[in-house]
């Protein structure tokens, strides 16, 4: 009958579906062919530092407001290390030739800057007066000077300001345009050679900036390839490649990953950090079940950070209706009624907040990963659906523990710690996406500690389906 689970529990997680593991001090009762799965932390086994907040956030293609900035102590506390964010036309840089506008871009940076993250800039605009016709095929500007005039004032603006923005990204899904939410559909030539020129404003006014992209819809579109070819070629500095999916699969997500770095191996004079930088599940079909996202999240973080990734950005902060007036001046009408339906009339599922501002369960997710701080230890789990992360933080003086089962059907498991010195108490904390309470002690839902001796460093507990478990070891 376990083996008879097991294969259940697979064969759901191939199909995209997800469970979280519930960790308790006792064990919770469940069904009697329940599988147990051996968890081993091993205490004195540092595999490095975890670094968790490079598992960062995005924000943007939206609107000019700054979108959510009544949530930057929320967003603070989750301590991302970037947060991505669009610069598109609608911010107004370039009003006419030789004048600058900044102004109501630096309201959409500062609250990034005010929750301790470096902004990842990514330029998307399209500037009339460079770009006179309203076409996703036109791509390049009518005057290389004066693009490159303004984008090195834009990358000064900030570099004087001491924003600490290192990261500048050229374009955003290039490969299909205007259903990517922006303004141009590149060939593959047509965005080497953008690129080329972008870059070379961006490090005129910033020698230290780190720069890359395309920022690819699909990763296996030939832009990339291209890119690359002629970055290897030219020596054209490239120091990130970035791609998009969206997919309710973890495994599929983990898949793009792979791909990249396949193709990268083809170009080894070039040592690009790689940036899955828009990533959720596949939102045209979205859970029906509140538990299958935030264990999603967590299953997915881990799916990257196996696979090597550097950086990765979830999509998005906070959801939010467009206003079709500020698409129109720079896109097509096709373009405007695209984005207008989508975010104004489609349900959307995309941020840890609402379009009301209300707090989603998987904020939640991201608050467990951000107390993963200190260095990384091993932790092995005999179950294919159950996995997690243990760290170690000697500054806090703590271990940690967080824990999920990213199948459907509850599972027991046996949790071990190896090489225990010493007694410690155990703080558990159950992740709850059902309630329909919102405040982060209902969310997070302490339970009651317990201790674990040297002698008897192993506890068991049930795992609910889609539950996600943590523990504080003091």
């Not at 390049?140 to 834009?154: A, C, K, Q």
């Not at 290192?166 to 050679?193: K, L, M, T």
Request: net charge negative; aromatic share 10%; hydrophobic share 40%.
């Amino acid at each position: 009958m376990k083996t008879t689970m097991y294969r259940v529990v697979s064969r759901l997680a191939a199909a995209g579906f997800g469970v979280i593991l519930c960790l308790c001090g006792s064990a919770l009762p469940v069904a009697a062919q329940a599988p147990v799965v051996q968890i081993t932390v091993a205490l004195n086994e540092s595999l490095g530092p975890l670094e968790i907040n490079r598992m960062a956030l995005g924000q943007g293609g939206l609107s000019s407001d700054p979108i959510w900035a009544e949530r930057v102590p929320e967003i603070r506390a989750l301590r991302p290390r970037l947060i991505r964010l669009f610069i598109q036309e609608y911010f107004n840089l370039l009003p006419e030739r030789g004048r600058f506008h900044f102004e109501t871009l630096d309201r959409a940076v500062q609250p990034m800057l005010q929750a301790g993250a470096q902004p990842l800039m990514c330029i998307c605009f399209k500037p009339r007066v460079l770009f006179p016709s309203l076409s996703q095929d036109i791509v390049e500007p009518n005057d290389y000077e004066e693009w490159e005039r303004l984008v090195s004032g834009l990358v000064k603006h900030y570099r004087d300001r001491g924003a600490g923005i290192h990261y500048w990204e050229v374009a955003n899904e290039p490969d299909i345009g205007e259903d990517g939410g922006c303004p141009y559909r590149f060939q593959p030539d047509s965005y080497a050679r953008y690129y080329q020129h972008t870059v070379a404003a961006i490090l005129r006014a910033d020698p230290e900036a780190r720069v890359g992209g395309p920022a690819l819809a699909s990763a296996g579109s030939p832009l990339l390839p291209k890119l690359l070819e002629v970055c290897d070629k030219e020596k054209v500095p490239l120091h990130f490649v970035s791609w998009h999916i969206y997919s309710s699969d973890p495994k599929a997500i983990r898949g793009t990953i792979e791909r990249v770095q396949a193709i990268l191996k083809k170009h080894p004079s070039l040592h690009p950090e790689t940036f899955l930088d828009e990533w959720n599940m596949a939102l045209d079909l979205p859970p029906t079940d509140p538990r299958i996202q935030p264990c999603f999240v967590a299953e997915t973080v881990w799916q990257m950070k196996d696979a090597g990734l550097d950086y990765s950005c979830y999509y998005q902060i906070r959801d939010y209706h467009v206003a079709p007036e500020e698409f129109a001046p720079f896109m097509s009408p096709h373009g405007v009624v695209f984005m207008a339906n989508w975010w104004n009339r489609k349900a959307q599922f995309d941020g840890l907040f609402d379009f009301q501002n209300n707090v989603r369960p998987t904020c939640f997710s991201f608050k467990l990963l951000s107390r993963l701080t200190g260095e990384k230890l091993r932790l092995t789990s005999s179950g294919p659906t159950v996995h997690g992360f243990a760290t170690h933080d000697p500054a806090a003086h703590l271990h940690t523990l967080l824990l999920w089962n990213y199948s459907g059907s509850p599972v027991e498991v046996e949790i071990s710690l190896d090489s225990l010195a010493a007694e410690v108490r155990a703080f558990p904390v159950v992740l709850d996406a059902v309630t329909p309470a919102s405040d982060e002690n209902t969310r997070l839902r302490p339970e009651t500690p317990f201790r674990l001796k040297p002698e008897k460093p192993t506890w068991r507990a049930s795992l609910e389906a889609y539950g996600v478990r943590f523990w504080s070891l003091e």
